[in-house]
């Protein structure tokens, strides 16, 4: 019988958002090639431990997201790096220490706890990562865009961005292979990317997408894929083929849903993120000193904050009207004056 494997790219640093595909194509059908040879039998020596006795655990479920039947002939430059996913069974992540997950949410966001419960009502612990259509909702600074990022981040989920807020067409469904500069859905592009078969979408700013009657637009070009039971029928334009992408979580952030249409607002599961106070100035300085003792390995930044110092970043913090991006340049200056302090003494 062929052997087939799942397809992998290295991840760098621990960093699970996809980077551009910049694997050889000769690679990946090389690859592809191994998937489908005969494999060579075992041979058991006296000494040797029966298969039979050896318990290696149930594989890891995976999945074809682009059967082999229903392929076309694949023509063109743009067409190549996609023949390595015809018929290959693609890894599909499961949720590992799902409760490690809902504690770091819950101390990072201490203002969004129930922004946080909603988000992971879909995970059951071992069972592949799909989260339903999930629109986030809140004023400017927020933590919206952070916490879609933590949330997939922290459950080892690869990231496509889609920048919502520079749509003035339809792309996000691709073009069809018929135009000299045609590409595969976005979903597709993600797949493709980070060579799993539930990786995350990530719209920002979906609100401020163009809206323009005459033009394509992305609030109606991502609707077939928000369902699950079209996605996983669906035709993608760029490949003239049927895939299923119906493992993929989709995520949108928005500061309001005053001008999306209402089929739109109807398959996104809306969220609200709150804006943060002072009460949860504490917490939410402390998580950012620790990120930044994270990034840059200075002790100066482990320290905890004095009262005077969690005064003076409250006053400036509420100036700024308690936006999260603004309490990340508070936190910098306050720990850059300690600093400066501590070395005149």
């Known amino acids: 019988m062929p052997a087939s494997r799942p397809l992998t790219r290295p991840v760098i640093s621990g960093v699970h958002f996809?980077?551009?595909?910049?694997?050889?194509?000769s690679d990946l059908l090389h690859a592809l090639q191994e998937d489908r040879a005969e494999c060579a039998p075992i041979?058991?020596?006296?000494?040797?431990?029966?298969?039979?006795?050896?318990?290696?655990?149930p594989?890891?479920?995976?999945?074809?997201?682009?059967?082999?039947r229903t392929a076309t002939k694949l023509t063109g430059s743009l067409r190549i790096e996609y023949r390595a996913l015809v018929g290959a069974k693609l890894p599909l992540k499961v949720t590992k220490d799902l409760a490690a997950v809902r504690a770091a949410l819950l101390s990072e966001f201490p203002h969004a706890a129930s922004a946080v419960e909603l988000v992971l009502r879909d995970l059951r612990e071992g069972e592949p990562v799909r989260i339903r259509p999930v629109l986030l909702v809140g004023p400017p600074g927020s933590g919206k865009s952070r916490l879609a990022r933590r949330l997939f981040e922290l459950l080892a989920i690869s990231v496509y961005r889609y920048d919502g807020s520079g749509a003035t067409d339809g792309q996000f469904a691709g073009s069809p292979k018929a135009w000299s500069n045609s590409i595969p859905s976005?979903?597709?592009?993600?797949?493709?990317?980070?060579l799993t078969a539930n990786p995350a979408v990530v719209i920002e700013e979906i609100e401020k997408a163009g809206s323009s009657p005459h033009m394509s637009r992305l609030w109606d070009a991502v609707l077939v894929f928000l369902d699950r039971e079209t996605a996983a029928r669906h035709r993608d334009v760029g490949l003239d083929?049927?895939?299923?992408?119906?493992?993929?979580?989709?995520?949108?952030?928005?500061?309001?849903?005053?001008?999306?249409p209402a089929p739109l607002k109807d398959r996104f599961r809306i969220v609200r993120v709150?804006?943060?106070?002072?009460?949860?100035?504490?917490?939410?300085?402390?998580?950012?000193?620790?990120?930044?003792a994270c990034e840059s390995g200075e002790a100066g930044f482990v320290a905890g904050f004095a009262p005077d110092e969690l005064a003076a970043m409250g006053g400036a913090w509420q100036?700024?009207?308690?936006?999260?991006?603004?309490?990340?340049?508070?936190?910098?200056?306050t720990i850059e004056t300690r600093e400066v302090t501590a070395t005149r003494h």
């Open 319 to 333: 100036r700024q009207r308690f936006s999260i991006r603004a309490l990340q340049k508070i936190v910098v200056a």
């Open 18 to 25: 996809c980077m551009p595909n910049t694997r050889k194509t």
């Open 241 to 260: 083929a049927p895939v299923d992408l119906s493992w993929i979580s989709y995520t949108a952030t928005a500061n309001s849903v005053d001008n999306l």
């Open 186 to 194: 976005a979903p597709m592009r993600a797949v493709s990317a980070c």
């Open 274 to 292: 709150p804006e943060a106070t002072l009460a949860h100035l504490p917490a939410l300085a402390s998580n950012v000193a620790r990120e930044l």
């Open 43 to 57: 041979e058991e020596s006296e000494d040797s431990i029966p298969l039979s006795i050896v318990d290696v655990g």
């Open 59 to 68: 594989p890891p479920p995976s999945f074809v997201v682009y059967p082999a």
